[in-house]
């Protein structure tokens, strides 16, 4: 088997994540919005689109353990970026760790490779992944126990603020697709929804309050995989 580069851990900080859901809101109002907050952002890179196909087990407990809220659990997904959604180019699987209110993110870059939805199913981009990760364990052996449960894209755009502190992304254009469709066209669904994010470290979370007031809308537990797996599945597994 091909030996695939890779960089095995991308982040490894603990950080708070706080979301904001604007449900009927304008992506550029609220773009301004972060424009004109105290803490001086700006935007430091491009507009590009996400692409995700999250795991779950048998049962669903990524999905079950966040409708529950349990403080310590995980997810699973392989993202990649692009404007054609069919063509993943250089992934990287990403096991994603709720810490109470916290976060921290594990990463296996797969540099080089290259799957395509067009022509392959996620079942079988699951079975070629699990041969692209003996070379990490901890992901091969979870994606072992684990299949495709969710795919989903959205658009994202980045800003910094003035300390270089505290960073905000805002996702818009929120698309779902269900990966057992052999056509997944034929299953998307779309939300307006536009999730605003404040990342930031957990040291910094007393000044974060007053910055937190400056953005117009609630703070809110918004999950993609949750929304998403509600919306293909009708609340089948709630």
Same mark, same amino acid.
């Given at each position: 088997?091909?030996?695939? &580069?890779?960089?095995?851990?991308?982040?490894?900080?603990?950080?708070?994540?706080?979301?904001?859901?604007?449900?009927?809101?304008?992506?550029?109002?609220?773009?301004?919005?972060?424009?004109?907050?105290?803490?001086?952002?700006?935007?430091?890179?491009?507009?590009r689109?996400?692409?995700?196909?999250?795991?779950d087990?048998?049962?669903?407990?990524?999905?079950?353990?966040?409708?529950e809220?349990?403080?310590?659990?995980?997810?699973?997904?392989l993202?990649?970026?692009?404007?054609?959604t069919?063509?993943?180019?250089n992934?990287?699987?990403?096991?994603?760790?709720?810490i109470?209110?916290?976060?921290?993110?594990?990463?296996?870059?797969?540099?080089?490779?290259?799957?395509?939805?067009?022509?392959?199913?996620?079942?079988?981009?699951?079975?070629?992944?699990?041969?692209?990760?003996?070379?990490?364990?901890?992901?091969?052996?979870?994606?072992?126990?684990?299949?495709?449960?969710?795919?989903?894209?959205?658009?994202?755009r980045?800003?910094?603020?003035?300390?270089?502190?505290?960073r905000?992304?805002?996702?818009?254009?929120?698309?779902?697709?269900?990966?057992?469709?052999?056509?997944?066209?034929?299953?998307?669904?779309?939300?307006?929804?536009?999730?605003?994010e404040?990342?930031?470290?957990?040291?910094?979370?007393?000044?974060?309050?007053?910055?937190?007031?400056?953005?117009?809308?609630?703070?809110?537990?918004?999950?993609?995989?949750?929304?998403?797996?509600n919306?293909l599945?009708?609340?089948?597994? &709630?």
């Amino acid at each position: 088997m091909e030996k695939v &580069a890779n960089k095995p851990i991308e982040d490894t900080n603990i950080r708070f994540e706080r979301k904001f859901l604007f449900e009927n809101g304008h992506t550029q109002d609220i773009i301004q919005s972060v424009y004109r907050n105290s803490y001086g952002f700006r935007e430091i890179f491009h507009r590009r689109k996400v692409n995700n196909i999250y795991f779950d087990d048998s049962n669903y407990n990524f999905y079950k353990q966040n409708v529950e809220g349990v403080a310590n659990r995980k997810k699973l997904r392989l993202r990649w970026y692009g404007e054609d959604t069919l063509a993943i180019e250089n992934p990287t699987v990403e096991i994603k760790k709720k810490i109470g209110e916290a976060g921290d993110k594990d990463s296996f870059r797969l540099k080089g490779v290259s799957f395509d939805l067009a022509n392959q199913t996620a079942d079988e981009v699951h079975r070629l992944l699990v041969g692209k990760t003996e070379h990490y364990r901890p992901v091969h052996e979870a994606l072992k126990r684990l299949h495709p449960t969710l795919i989903n894209t959205y658009e994202r755009r980045y800003f910094l603020s003035f300390c270089g502190r505290y960073r905000i992304t805002v996702d818009f254009n929120q698309a779902f697709y269900n990966p057992n469709y052999t056509f997944l066209a034929q299953s998307q669904r779309k939300i307006n929804a536009i999730v605003l994010e404040l990342k930031y470290a957990v040291a910094d979370d007393n000044e974060a309050r007053e910055l937190s007031q400056q953005i117009k809308t609630r703070l809110s537990k918004n999950s993609k995989y949750v929304n998403g797996i509600n919306l293909l599945y009708h609340n089948d597994l &709630a």
